[in-house]
C-alpha cells in the first residue's frame, strides 16, 4: 500500500512518504488483537502510523474498499493517520498527534462508567476496553502522563495500553534504561505491567543447554547494538555472538546448531512478534485493572529496513520490495488479493474470519437520540439594568436547567480542570453533585463547616472534576462528546476553564474537533477585562482560534439574553448530524452541527431591557444584531463583540451629535458571520448570484463614504475583515499586547478601547477633519 502510494506520479514535487517500518512493528500486535483477542465493545486508538495495517485488516474483513487503499494517502483515499470522519472503516479514535490517542483512552473508559452508572437502557451491554496501541517515543508527550495521574484519581478500570516497544523514535534510538522507567511510572500510577519481551522460539532455547547464557546476553545488550544488529542480520549475529559467547561450552554450541537466518529469526523472535505469546498473555488477562503491555519489537520487523536506526520513513527500494514479496509469498499481479499470501484453502480462511468475534456485530457506530431543549433555557437569567457578567450569567442558566427535571438536565456532564468554583459552575454542581464510581461524602459538610460548595461524590453526581491539566480537559470532552456514538447514549458535555489556558490544550481540543466530538467549551474569564489578573491571565488571540477552529462555533456575547439564546441553540446544535446543504439564508452548514466555544468575561456590565423575540434570537445566532441601526447617510459604524459594549455604546452617544447616522453593530460572533461570508462568496463565484451572507445583509446598505471602527477585547484581527464586506475603510482597535494589571477604564484606556479613544478615533477618520488614514 506504502510503495503503491509512492510510485503514484509525483505532480506536485511532494513525496507522499509513508511508514513501513513503523508499520511492520505492529504487524504482529494487530493481527492478535483483532483477529483473536478484541471483542466487539472494545475500542482502540491505533498509532498513528501503523495506520496501513489498520486498513489492511479491515480490507482483509471487507470494510475498506479496493479503490480506497490502492489511494491510500491520496484525495479521498485511505487516511495516512487513521480518521474517524474520514476513513469508511470503523475507526474508534482518530490518530495523528503523537500522544493524544494514548490519552484519550483513559478518558474514554471514565465516560463509559458515567454512563454505566446512570442506568440508561444502552449501558446494560458488556464494558470494553479502552486500548491504546502506543509507539514508545509517544511516552515522551507530557499529557500521556497528566493522563495517568488523573486516571488513577479516578479509580480508572477497562483501559490497556499496548507499547510497541521497538526502541525507536523518528530520529533514532531511544535512551538506554527506558523500560525501567516506563515500567516504574506505570507502577507509580498503579498500573499492572505485563513485559512481553520473548518470544516462543527464544524461550524454547533459553530452555537448550547454555540457553541461560544467551538470556543473559541479550538482556544486557543495549538497544543501539540490537537495533544495528536486527539491520546486520544473521552473520553479524553470528560474529557478535560468538565473539562474546565463544568456546563458551553449551551456548556457544547452542550458537553454532543454527544457521544464519534461524540465528536471526531467533534474534527477532521478540515477544511482540510472537502470536502465541500475544494472545495468551492479552486473553489471560482476567481483570479490569489498567494495564501496560511493554511489547518488545522490531521497527522494520521482518523487511531489510529492521532496526535501522533511521528507517523511520525508510520505503523499500524495488528490488528489496521484491525480495520482501517472494518472501510473504504474494504472487506479482496479485498483490491486491484479499487472501494472497495465506496458507491453507480460501473457503477455511474466509470460514475463520467470519467467525473473527470483533468483526462479528459489523460496524461498531452507535447512535442516540436527539434530547430536546426546552424554550426555558434560552430566556435570559437577568434582570432588567442590573448589573451582570456573562460568566454570572452563564452559572445561572446552568443552575435553573439543574433545578428543572428535564431530560435536557439528566444529559448534561460537566467538567473543569480544578477552576469548578471560579468559573461559576458551582450552583450546578450543587444541585447536580460530583460523579465518582464510589460514594464519598463531603466531610466539610458532615462537620458542619460553612461552605458555599456542597461536594459530595457518587455514581449520579453529573460533573466530572479534574486537576488542572487542560489537555485532559479536551480528552475528556472528546470522549463525552462521542458518547452517543462509541458507548450508544447521549451527553451534552459542558466544560469551562479559564480562557487564556484554551492555549494549553489546544492540540487536544483540535483533536476533540477532527474526531466530530460534540461539547460546549466555555473560556472565562477572558481578555484584559480581567484587569487586576494580568498578562498571564489575560488571553488575547483566543478569539482567532474560535475563529479559525473547525467544527467549533464561537461566541461572545455581551449581555446576559445573548447568552440564553445561545445556549439554548447551542445544545441543539451539537446534537445534529445533518448532512444537508447550507442555509441558504446564511450560508452556514448549521445542520451537520458541531461543538461551541462560548467566551466569556466577569466584567459585569448593565443590561438593556429588550424584549425577546425571535428575529433578535435568530441574528444574535447568526453572529451580529444592530443595537442601533444605521441611518441612510451613516459616517460611522461603531462594531463591538464581547464586553466591550459598554464602550462602544458610550462612544456612539458622545459622537451623536457630530457625526451623521451612527449604527452599533453588536456582533455574537465573528466566527459565523465571516464563516457565511466567506461561504456566499463561494456561492456566487459558483454562479447563484442571489447568494447573500448575514454580513452582507448588515452591511450592504451603508453608503460607501460611511466608515467602520470595530472593537474587542482581545485581538483586533478578529473583526478587521468587516471593512472587506462592502469595501468600506475600518480600523480595528483590541488588544496587541500583552495585559497589564490596573483597573478596567485603566487598562482599556492604555489599549485605546475606551470610550473617550474610540471617539478620538472615529473622529479622526470620519467627516471633514483631517483624515486618519491616507487615502
Ligand atoms: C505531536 C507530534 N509530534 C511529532 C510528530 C511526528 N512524529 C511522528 S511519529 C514520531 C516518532 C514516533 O516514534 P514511536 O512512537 O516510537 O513510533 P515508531 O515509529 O517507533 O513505531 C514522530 C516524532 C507527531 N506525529 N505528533
Ligand atoms: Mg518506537
Not at 459489523?362 to 457578567?389: D, K, L, N, W
Not at 472593537?711 to 480595528?732: E, F, Q, R, Y
Amino acid at each position: 500500500m506504502i510503495d503503491q502510494a509512492n510510485r503514484r506520479e509525483k505532480i506536485d514535487g511532494v513525496k507522499v512518504g509513508g511508514h513501513q517500518a513503523s508499520s511492520a512493528s505492529m504487524v504482529s500486535l494487530m493481527t492478535a488483537l483483532y483477529f483473536d483477542v478484541l471483542r466487539p465493545q472494545d475500542r482502540v486508538a491505533v498509532k498513528p502510523h501503523a495506520s496501513p495495517v489498520f486498513h489492511a485488516i479491515q480490507y482483509l474483513m471487507g470494510n475498506q474498499t479496493l479503490e480506497k487503499l490502492q489511494n491510500f494517502r491520496g484525495f479521498h483515499g485511505a487516511q495516512s493517520y487513521p480518521s474517524r470522519t474520514k476513513d469508511v472503516d470503523d475507526v474508534d479514535f482518530s490518530t495523528g498527534s503523537v500522544g493524544l490517542g494514548v490519552g484519550i483512552t483513559p478518558f474514554a473508559s471514565l465516560i463509559q462508567d458515567y454512563v454505566a452508572a446512570k442506568g440508561w437502557s444502552a449501558t446494560k451491554n458488556k464494558a470494553g476496553r479502552m486500548i491504546a496501541l502506543v509507539g514508545d517515543a509517544e511516552l515522551d508527550e507530557g499529557n500521556v502522563y497528566e493522563a495517568l495521574q488523573e486516571g488513577w484519581k479516578h479509580s480508572l478500570r477497562n483501559c490497556w495500553w499496548i507499547i510497541d516497544y521497538n526502541r525507536q523514535s523518528l530520529d533514532g534510538v531511544v535512551r538506554e534504561g527506558l523500560y525501567d522507567r516506563i515500567e516504574t511510572v506505570f507502577k507509580a500510577f498503579g498500573w499492572d505491567v505485563v513485559t512481553l519481551k520473548y518470544g516462543a522460539l527464544q524461550r524454547a532455547a533459553f530452555k537448550e543447554p547454555g540457553g541461560e547464557a544467551l538470556k543473559a546476553w541479550i538482556d544486557a545488550c543495549s538497544n543501539q547494538l540490537y537495533s544495528a544488529l536486527l539491520f546486520q542480520g544473521g552473520a553479524a549475529w553470528r560474529k557478535r555472538l560468538l565473539d562474546d559467547l565463544g568456546d563458551q561450552g553449551n551456548v556457544s554450541a547452542l550458537i553454532e546448531r543454527r544457521s544464519n537466518d534461524e540465528l536471526s529469526e531467533l534474534m527477532n523472535n521478540l515477544g511482540g512478534h510472537c502470536l502465541e505469546r500475544l494472545t495468551e498473555t492479552f486473553n489471560g488477562i482476567d481483570h479490569d485493572r489498567p494495564t501496560a503491555f511493554i511489547a518488545y519489537t522490531v521497527k522494520g520487523y521482518g523487511t531489510p529496513l529492521a532496526g535501522h536506526k533511521d528507517n523511520h520513513s525508510g520505503l523499500m527500494t524495488s528490488a528489496q520490495l521484491q525480495t520482501f514479496q517472494e518472501q510473504m509469498k504474494v504472487r506479482p499481479g496479485r498483490e491486491w488479493e484479499r487472501l494472497e499470501g495465506l496458507d491453507g484453502s480460501g473457503a477455511k480462511i474466509q470460514a475463520f474470519l467470519d467467525a473473527v468475534p470483533f468483526f462479528a456485530k459489523g460496524r461498531r457506530r452507535h447512535r442516540a437520540e436527539r434530547i430536546p431543549v426546552p424554550h426555558t433555557v434560552a430566556v435570559s437569567p437577568a434582570a432588567v439594568r442590573e448589573e451582570i457578567s456573562t460568566q454570572a450569567a452563564f452559572g445561572r442558566i446552568l443552575d435553573a436547567i439543574a433545578k428543572s427535571d428535564s431530560d435536557l438536565a439528566t444529559r448534561i456532564v460537566t467538567t473543569s480542570p480544578d477552576v469548578t468554583v471560579s468559573t461559576n459552575l458551582g450552583p450546578w454542581v450543587n444541585r447536580r453533585q460530583l460523579f465518582a464510581r464510589q460514594e464519598l461524602a463531603d466531610v466539610f459538610r458532615d462537620q458542619h463547616i460553612p461552605s458555599a460548595q456542597k461536594w459530595e461524590f457518587s455514581p449520579k453526581g453529573q460533573h466530572i472534576e479534574l486537576g488542572i491539566a487542560e489537555m485532559n480537559l479536551f480528552l475528556l470532552l472528546g470522549a463525552a462528546g462521542l458518547s452517543h456514538s462509541l458507548f450508544g447514549e447521549r451527553l451534552l458535555p459542558i466544560g469551562t476553564l479559564y480562557d487564556p489556558f484554551v492555549s494549553r490544550g489546544l492540540d487536544a481540543l483540535n483533536y476533540a474537533c477532527y474526531q466530530d466530538a460534540r461539547f460546549i467549551v466555555v473560556g472565562t474569564p477572558s481578555g484584559i477585562s480581567l484587569s487586576s489578573e494580568g498578562g498571564a491571565h489575560q488571553s488575547i488571540a483566543q478569539p482567532l482560534i474560535g475563529m479559525s477552529q473547525d467544527g467549533l462555533a464561537s461566541f461572545e456575547p455581551a449581555f446576559a439574553d445573548e447568552l440564553a439564546v445561545i445556549m439554548a441553540w447551542a445544545f441543539d446544535y451539537m446534537q445534529r448530524d445533518g448532512e444537508g446543504d447550507p442555509d441558504e439564508r446564511t450560508w452556514l452548514r448549521d445542520e451537520t452541527g458541531g461543538s461551541v466555544y462560548l467566551r466569556l468575561s466577569t466584567r459585569q456590565i448593565e443590561q438593556p431591557g429588550r424584549k425577546p423575540n425571535s428575529d433578535f434570537a435568530q441574528e444574535v445566532i447568526d453572529g451580529a444584531t444592530w443595537l442601533k441601526e444605521p441611518g441612510p447617510n451613516a459616517d460611522l459604524v461603531i462594531a463591538y463583540q464581547g464586553t466591550v459594549a459598554t464602550e462602544a455604546i458610550a462612544a456612539a452617544g458622545m459622537l451623536a451629535d457630530r457625526r451623521r447616522d451612527i449604527g452599533v453593530l453588536s456582533i455574537t460572533s465573528a466566527d459565523r458571520l465571516n464563516a457565511g461570508w466567506q461561504a456566499a462568496q463561494r456561492e456566487r463565484a459558483r454562479g447563484n448570484l442571489r447568494a447573500l451572507s448575514h454580513a452582507e445583509r448588515l452591511l450592504g446598505k451603508l453608503p460607501r463614504h460611511c466608515r467602520i471602527v470595530t472593537v474587542i477585547d482581545g485581538h483586533p484581527a478578529t473583526l478587521a475583515w468587516l471593512g472587506g464586506v462592502m469595501g468600506n475603510k475600518t480600523v480595528s482597535l483590541g488588544v496587541e499586547h500583552f495585559g497589564q494589571t490596573g483597573t478596567v477604564s485603566d487598562l482599556y484606556r492604555h489599549y485605546g478601547m475606551d470610550a473617550i479613544s474610540i471617539t478620538e478615533i472615529a473622529l479622526g477618520l470620519t467627516g471633514g477633519m483631517s483624515e486618519y488614514s491616507p487615502r
